[in-house]
């Protein structure tokens, strides 16, 4: 069989395109624009650069590195006064609530800082001389008997719960060593000058840190005028503002720690010195001190080294010291925490216990209860010129949205559910069909 192949003639385009002519005039732009473009120099760009700039521009740079360098060394050497100094700040804004009372009552600002001051200083003072003795002594006395108690714990543990803990592989893991008990031990043992240093140099700490308290305290607002004085007009608001922050929120947030970790360790006092725990005044101080000043963790490690105590001495008292710790926490929460702190700003929990693990590895023991006061002056700064956005309405809820998947199950069940509980339409010629599930027997029968 052969096969004949008929072959289209292909339909004319409706877009003939370019004729011939179209064609030559645009050969002929393009050889005329490469003809211009050959026959037209290249510019060329030449830099001129003065001798003298260079020599201005690299004494600047030199300037400006060596000064860095400088306010390098200069912060390295007066690390220790430039801390002083962060303290005297710190408790000159802690008294500014107490300043604002006696102002508020017709008082100059220089008395009113000079009546608050005075307060504190014969206070702790007498604190100091009532209580001093007693608190290093039993300090001491408890880093003594850490290898013992810890010994004692283990023995309790294994007796109640048939266990069978060795407590030397637990001092070791803990890193209990003898000769950094006894060198603790020793240092507590010579009492604040002996703790904290040689007497000239705390004596010098203790003048510096009170003298620029009161002058910081006293000065208030001509403070801020003197330092104003050295800014642009449109930054000296800014200035005042900040300042403004600093001493209202920040300084009632100071106080009011202060205020509750005072009544949490004399309540805690009270009550272990009524049970008779061993070194009850500084479990005490520890107890209010970590519970404000220590987010989080405060509370159980101010409850959890008493306890610890009590187990090595009378196990019957952690019990009291555990109930204890649950009720005092509801009273504080409930009671008096809204009424000291009710005008001051919170520290987001999380930002706080950064703020005490930087401090501590900055300043030590001391940083770490200051850390919380410096990040809440940032936190209060940064709230007041932060910008802030609404969420989007995904973010908005708690709830995680639900997917597509769970959304096209949870319609397929209603219209399951819609299709149960509606009624049957009649059928609309003949009897009505039973299910195919239905016995045979209960068929309906035509005639």
């Not at 003939?16 to 002929?28: E, I, L, V, W």
């Not at 283990?154 to 030397?168: E, H, I, R, Y």
């Not at 949490?264 to 005490?284: E, K, N, V």
């Amino acid at each position: 069989m052969n096969w004949h192949v008929r072959h289209r003639n292909p339909k004319p385009s409706a877009d003939p395109g370019p004729g011939p002519q179209k064609a030559d005039q645009r050969t002929r732009d393009r050889v005329v624009d490469e003809r211009i473009k050959e026959r037209t120099p290249i510019q060329r760009m030449r830099i001129s650069i003065d001798q003298r700039d260079v020599q201005r521009a690299t004494i600047r740079i030199l300037v400006l590195i060596s000064g860095w360098l400088v306010a390098l060394w200069v912060v390295g050497v007066a690390r220790h006064f430039l801390f002083l100094i962060l303290l005297a700040w710190l408790t000159a804004i802690a008294t500014e609530p107490a300043i604002q009372w006696f102002l508020r009552r017709g008082l100059s600002r220089a008395r009113a800082s000079a009546v608050v001051g005075g307060s504190v200083i014969v206070v702790l003072g007498g604190l100091m001389v009532v209580f001093e003795r007693m608190l290093f002594d039993q300090a001491t006395e408890l880093v003594r008997n850490v290898p013992a108690t810890v010994q004692n714990v283990v023995t309790q543990v294994n007796s109640t719960f048939g266990l069978n803990l060795d407590a030397s592989q637990i001092s070791s893991a803990l890193k209990i060593e003898p000769d950094q008990i006894q060198s603790v031990a020793e240092g507590l043992a010579g009492g604040f000058f002996g703790w904290v240093g040689s007497l000239l140099s705390v004596v010098f700490d203790l003048v510096t840190v009170v003298v620029f308290a009161f002058y910081i305290a006293g000065a208030g607002p001509r403070l801020v005028q003197h330092v104003a004085v050295w800014l642009p007009p449109d930054r000296q608001p800014m200035l005042g503002e900040v300042w403004d922050i600093a001493e209202q929120k920040t300084g009632g947030y100071v106080a009011s720690k202060i205020v509750l970790a005072a009544v949490s360790a004399l309540f805690h006092g009270i009550l272990f010195w009524a049970i008779g725990l061993p070194g009850w005044l500084p479990l005490a101080l520890l107890a209010g001190i970590t519970a404000q000043f220590v987010p989080i963790i405060g509370t159980y490690i101010g409850v959890a080294v008493p306890v610890v105590v009590a187990l090595a001495d009378k196990p019957i008292n952690a019990v009291w010291i555990v109930l204890f710790a649950v009720v005092y926490q509801q009273i504080e929460t409930y009671v008096f925490t809204p009424r000291v702190s009710h005008r001051t700003m919170e520290v987001n929990p999380a930002i706080a216990l950064a703020a005490v693990f930087i401090g501590a590895a900055i300043w030590g023991p001391i940083g770490a209860i200051i850390g919380v006061p410096i990040v809440a002056v940032v936190v209060s700064v940064v709230e007041t010129y932060g910008r802030r956005y609404e969420l989007v309405p995904g973010l908005a809820t708690d709830e995680p949205p639900e997917s597509d998947d769970s959304a096209d199950a949870t319609e397929t069940e209603e219209t399951l559910d819609e299709r149960a509980t509606k009624p049957a339409p009649p059928a609309p010629n003949g009897p009505a069909h039973l299910p195919s599930s239905a016995p045979a027997g209960h068929a309906g029968t035509t005639d």
